[in-house]
């Protein structure tokens, strides 16, 4: 066993090794200059570096029939439409390879995340850096929200469960226990060098957008209780193909209220209003979706847009003062499961709108990732309290 575990490993630092060449290269091959490393020749690696999973017993279903198109790709790769193609391709195969030899070799990463008044759509952003960056290095990601310095933890030890198995399942359905620490693992609980984020530069690029959805799609499927909820909204009206669709996810409360240093700024209620309005009439739409936690919002709209306004949550906040919402959650005693489920799920329905507007937000973000296509999307470029905005008497 220890042997094959070396090979494994061995196999592992190839793979990884492989395609950052492999990138490099076709960077400059794309640009016209000969390589010394040619497609047809990393095919033929990669159809090497199989030969030792087979001797591991770690056969992939289809793996050989991926690789004989590889082979057929670089035959024909002097032809545009076919380079694209077989890049994809063996980034595709090597990843299966790649995800076959970490599950084998069972190396754990538990994550955390110390950040005491996150919510959860800043948590998942930052779970999905750590899980890129575990698997990058070979580990099986595993994410702890019970050893943890947030409100989250409270909320395992209420459902003696943790808590982020209520939303969604583990990455590799291996649930956290304290077993794992038995096994080969690493913890990070530090920010990850690289995550997606709501700033412009990550908003506007579709190469990383895409990246970090298949991330999600593949590492954060949703719990099968959330799944359930989800699905019940998914099969009435007007998701259920009646009308089209506007998704409004806006920030106020404790956000707006506290303006924290360096945090996007938000949008005025009566911007986001007469923005709703604009694209309405401009992408024919017949409801608006609305994701808020401040009831003055819920009201606003109500107010402009009656029964086209729908909604699925039940808490909303009217008077938070100078406190987070997690600090107002333990000092009124919010269900915390209730009101982060609730949240979860409009940022999914939000996901299927036919059009987005919102503020510049982790909930923002989330559900660009959980989409597959919006006719329009839109987020307001405000600036950052204390930095960019101009709001100050400065006389």
């Not at 259920?240 to 303006?259: F, K, P, Q, S």
């Not at 204390?386 to 400065?394: A, E, Q």
Request: charged share 20%; proline share 3%; hydrophobic share 40%.
């Amino acid at each position: 066993m220890e042997k094959q575990l070396r090979m494994a490993d061995e196999l592992f630092d190839s793979l990884k090794k492989a395609k950052h060449m492999f990138s490099e290269d076709m960077a400059v091959y794309a640009n016209g200059t000969s390589i010394y490393n040619t497609p047809s020749g990393y095919a033929s690696l990669l159809e090497s570096l199989y030969q030792i999973l087979c001797v591991l017993d770690l056969q992939i279903g289809g793996m050989e029939q991926e690789i004989a198109a590889l082979h057929a790709l670089s035959s024909k790769i002097r032809k545009p439409e076919n380079f694209s193609e077989f890049l994809i391709c063996f980034h595709n195969a090597a990843n299966s390879m790649l995800l076959r030899v970490i599950q084998y070799r069972e190396y754990y990463c538990i994550i955390r995340n110390n950040d005491p008044i996150a919510g959860l759509g800043s948590h998942i952003l930052t779970y999905l850096g750590q899980i890129a960056e575990s698997l990058s290095e070979g580990y099986i990601p595993v994410i702890d929200m019970i050893n943890v310095n947030h409100s989250f933890a409270d909320l395992s030890r209420q459902a003696n469960h943790n808590a982020w198995e209520l939303f969604f399942r583990q990455p590799f359905d291996c649930q956290f226990s304290y077993d794992l620490k038995q096994n080969k693992h690493i913890i990070k609980d530090a920010l990850p060098s690289d995550m997606p984020n709501c700033s412009m530069e990550f908003l506007t690029n579709p190469v990383l957008i895409d990246h970090w959805k298949w991330l999600m799609k593949a590492f954060m499927p949703f719990s099968s209780v959330i799944e359930d909820e989800i699905q019940s909204y998914l099969s009435v009206s007007p998701f259920h193909g009646e009308g089209r669709i506007l998704g409004v996810l806006v920030r106020g409360t404790d956000y707006t209220a506290m303006r924290p240093y360096s945090y996007p700024v938000q949008p005025e209620v009566e911007e986001v209003v007469a923005k709703a309005q604009e694209v309405m009439q401009l992408y024919d739409c017949d409801y608006i979706y609305l994701a808020t936690e401040d009831a003055k919002v819920l009201s606003a709209f109500e107010k402009n847009f009656h029964e086209q306004v729908v909604t699925t949550q039940d808490i909303y906040y009217s008077q938070v003062g100078q406190n987070y919402l997690a600090f107002v959650n333990e000092q009124h005693s919010i269900d915390l499961y209730q009101k982060n489920a609730e949240y979860l799920t409009a940022l999914y329905l939000l996901s299927r709108c036919h059009c987005f507007i919102g503020g510049r937000t982790s909930g923002s973000v989330v559900s660009l990732l959980l989409s597959e296509h919006y006719d329009y999307f839109y987020v307001w470029n405000k600036g950052r309290y204390g930095m960019d905005d101009m709001f100050y008497d400065i006389f």
